[in-house]
Structures are given as C-alpha cells and as structure tokens.
T-cell receptor, first 110, second 118 residues
Framework: GENVEQHPSTLSVQEGDSAVIKCTYS??????FPWYKQELGKRPQLIID?????GEKKDQRIAVTLNKTAKHFSLHITETQPEDSAVYFC?????????FGTGTSLTVIP | GAVVSQHPSRVICKSGTSVKIECRSL??????MFWYRQFPKQSLMLMAT?????????EQGVEKDKFLINHASLTLSTLTVTSAHPEDSSFYIC??????????????FGPGTRLTVL
C-alpha cells in the first residue's frame, strides 16, 4: 500500500515569513496529491491540490510543487498570517483511497 | 454544493454498547464513501471504503466485525461501532466522492463525530 511521510511535524514562523512542508510517497501509481488544513475538532478543508501531470500549482499565497521522479511534493505558504495557524496534512491517492501524511502543526507568531 | 453531514457530532456511551454514526451526502450522490479515525494530535487513518450496494473494503488491522459499515443508498453510509470500549474513543470522520463530477479523486469530508466510551 501507499506510505506517505510528512515533515516537519511542527513548524513555527514569524508572521510574514514563508512556511514549507514536505511530503514523500511510495506508490508510483499515485496521481493526485491534495493538501488539507484542519483546525482543532473540525473537518479537514482542502486548500490546494495537484495532479501528476502538473509540476507546480499556485493559488494566491499557497503553492504546491510535485517531483514525480523523486516522489515528493511540497506545500509553500508565503506571507504567513496568524490565521494560517493549524494542522496541515498532505495526502496521496492513486484512485479510490486517500493516504494521509502524519501532519504538520503550523504556528504563525504575530 | 458537495456538502457532507455526519450525525451525531458527539456521543458518549458506556463500555459494551454499540454506537451508530451516519454519514450523508446532502446534494450529490456518492457511490463511494470513506471512514477515517483520528486520535488526538494524529493523522487521519483510513478504516474502510464503503461502496453502495456492496460490502465495504477494510484496511489492514481494522476488524470488520467490530466496525460494521452499511452503504444502503447513494447518499447514506453508516458506521456501527459494536461493543465499544474506551480504546475506541476517537474522532471518526467520513468522506464522500461525487459520482457525477469529472474530478475522480476529490473527496468531501463530513464534520466528524467525537466518540467517548466510558
């Protein structure tokens, strides 16, 4: 089955700085890579996703890059704001199931 | 669009009792739904894939006789935790895929159910 690793587990940045979270996956058949933001006790919210036929995707302050050869993908948040503080999960999917990374707790310090 | 609801949002029960959690797709049909379990400060762990009209597919290590899944219609899947014990206390989240959307992979998550077994 798919194995998704995520780093770092915790990340603190100053407001306005950038944050980068990295994930690796094991199954070369995976072709869809979403990123979710989850606040305490709430459902995961999709913030951005990328498919295997694309190397990079950007949506305002959020971007995701994918390296299929190396089997890793990264989330980049620029100009961080306190409301970006949450737990972020990456996931990989080759069809039906999603397999989630272990999560990154991001704290943006005002 | 693409709203998924769960009921109840929170449940407390005694050890040994069974608890049923419902997952509904409110504005779309979902041939496939997924059940996840999330322990505090941990990731979402896929428990099973629920397919409408057929048996669920369970992930390795998940007891199918303890976590009963029924997906009787295109908008409803239920998870029953049988003979619940304190170690079953967790946050259970369902998700669903829209059968008619062109995006084959996207999943929409329910708000989760907090189960506490005393």
């Amino acid at each position: 089955g798919e194995n998704v690793e995520q780093h770092p587990s915790t990340l603190s940045v100053q407001e306005g700085d950038s944050a980068v979270i990295k994930c690796t996956y094991s199954d070369s058949a995976s072709n869809y890579f979403p990123w979710y933001k989850q606040e305490l006790g709430k459902r995961p919210q999709l913030i951005i996703d990328i498919r295997s036929n694309v190397g990079e995707k950007k949506d305002q302050r959020i971007a995701v890059t994918l390296n299929k050869t190396a089997k890793h993908f990264s989330l980049h948040i620029t100009e961080t704001q306190p409301e970006d503080s949450a737990v972020y999960f990456c996931a990989a999917s080759g069809g039906n199931q999603f397999y989630f990374g272990t999560g990154t707790s991001l704290t943006v310090i005002p | 669009g693409a709203v998924v609801s769960q009921h109840p949002s929170r449940v407390i029960c005694k050890s040994g009792t069974s608890v049923k959690i419902e997952c509904r797709s409110l504005d779309f049909q979902a041939t496939t739904m997924f059940w996840y379990r999330q322990f505090p400060k941990q990731s979402l762990m896929l428990m099973a894939t629920s397919n409408e009209g057929s048996k669920a597919t369970y992930e390795q290590g998940v007891e199918k006789d303890k976590f009963l899944i029924n997906h009787a219609s295109l908008t409803l899947s239920t998870l029953t935790v049988t003979s619940a014990h304190p170690e079953d206390s967790s946050f259970y989240i369902c998700s669903a895929r829209d059968s008619k959307r062109g995006t084959l992979n996207e999943q929409f998550f329910g708000p989760g159910t907090r189960l506490t077994v005393l």
